[in-house]
């Protein structure tokens, strides 16, 4: 079974960054095969897409987060980021890690992502 671990949310003023991190281990997806998805969830809203990377390299984010938020991953380490700047109070919310492989989806805990002044 795969474990997605989430880490590096917090409280943050309005402009600043955070760097997200979603370590992956156990199971038999790694993510060099896999898509990888961040989601968020804001209080009262449904789950909602905020970028992607494909197994071949192909990146897409949320009109909400083009211009400002980066997603990268290190195939050796098994683990994907995504770098938040330039972050706006209607960024708030839980943030979710997801794994996509072979039709079966992974997630992980979540992390909480405040900004807030």
């Known amino acids: 079974q795969v474990q997605l671990v989430e880490s590096g949310g917090g409280l943050v003023e309005p402009g600043g960054s955070l760097r997200l991190s979603c370590a992956a281990s156990g199971g038999i997806f790694r993510i060099v095969t896999s898509t990888m998805n961040w989601y968020r969830q804001a209080p009262g809203k449904e789950r909602e897409l905020v970028a992607t990377?494909?197994?071949?390299?192909?990146?897409g984010f949320a009109d909400s987060a083009v211009g400002r938020f980066t997603i990268s991953r290190d195939n050796v380490k098994n683990t994907v980021y995504l770098q938040m700047d330039s972050l706006k109070p209607e960024d708030t919310a839980v943030y979710y890690c997801n794994l996509h492989s072979q039709n079966r989806d992974y997630w992980g805990q979540g992390t909480q992502v405040t900004v807030s002044s």
């Open positions: 990377t494909t197994r071949d390299g192909r990146e």
